[in-house]
């Protein structure tokens, strides 16, 4: 199991077009993947970042994160990345270290 993370505020349009991109990728290449800009996908209003954070507590040795490039400036993906580390994930950063 891989999670995509990655900037979603900004040009959420554009934002979620390149997730799909990448989730559909990781499928290619065997994974299953949680890709939560698809999952909420303009659903204007509400804060996923809490249910994004359960969705990783719940990943298990083994699983991992996906970190697409521009990570740093999302505040949500910073967290996601923080507690992946706590638990020991491994970590894929794109266009650097690819599953």
Do not use: T
Not at 12 to 22: P, T, Y
Not at 25 to 38: E, M, Q, T, Y
Not at 41 to 47: E, S, V
Not at 56 to 78: H, K, N, P, T
């Amino acid at each position: 199991m891989i999670y995509v993370s990655g900037p979603y505020r900004g040009d959420v349009a554009a934002n979620i077009a390149r997730a799909w991109l990448v989730a559909q990728g990781l499928w290619a290449r065997g994974f299953a993947v949680i890709c939560p800009h698809c999952n909420s996908a303009f659903m204007d209003g509400a804060n996923f970042i809490q249910g994004d954070l359960d969705i990783i507590e719940r990943l298990r040795d083994g699983d991992a994160l996906y970190m697409m490039r521009g990570w740093e400036q999302s505040d949500g993906a910073c967290l996601e990345r923080d507690l992946a580390q706590r638990k020991g994930l491994r970590i894929y950063y794109e266009g650097v270290d690819e599953p």
